[in-house]
């Protein structure tokens, strides 16, 4: 009687031992493996074309050449796929760059040209200023 119960026991042990042996593995081969669905892997890594824009306050000069690239560079490693540049005052202490003066185009083309080595996309926005002036180019 002894032995009889001992036997169901490990055929018992057994199963629960085989279950979970074959539930670890499918579950560890689940995890390692990558998304056949092309949704999922759309998801998981977007192309180019769907990555999202953010808009990019310049504030009222207060620009930098190394600020710049950091911000580009700090974009690209978040997965962002352009920006749209607004000169804006908000009330921040006036920088020493005047909204497309010399200076300020040539931290623009700056922009353009770490853009296109960092693979992103940049536009500018061309309407008013967020401080409600208008601004004359000429």
């Known amino acids: 009687m002894a032995i009889s119960r001992w036997s169901e026991g490990m055929d018992m ?44 306050m310049w504030m009222d000069g207060n620009l930098s050449r190394e600020g710049i690239t950091a911000d580009l560079e700090a974009m690209k ?20 760059v005047e909204f497309m003066s010399p200076e300020w185009r040539r931290f623009f083309k700056h922009v353009v040209i770490e853009a296109e080595r960092l693979g992103l996309e940049i536009t500018l926005n061309a309407g008013a200023r967020l401080d409600g002036k208008r601004r004359t180019v000429g």
């Open 13 to 56: 042990k057994k199963r629960f031992l085989v279950t979970f042996t074959l539930t670890f593995c499918a579950a560890a081969a689940a995890c390692g493996s990558r998304p056949s669905d092309p949704l999922a892997r759309g998801f998981a890594a977007p192309p180019g074309e769907a990555r999202p824009w953010v808009y990019w």
């Open 77 to 96: 490693s978040a997965g962002i796929g352009g920006a749209i540049i607004c000169e804006v005052n908000v009330g921040v202490p006036r920088g020493s």
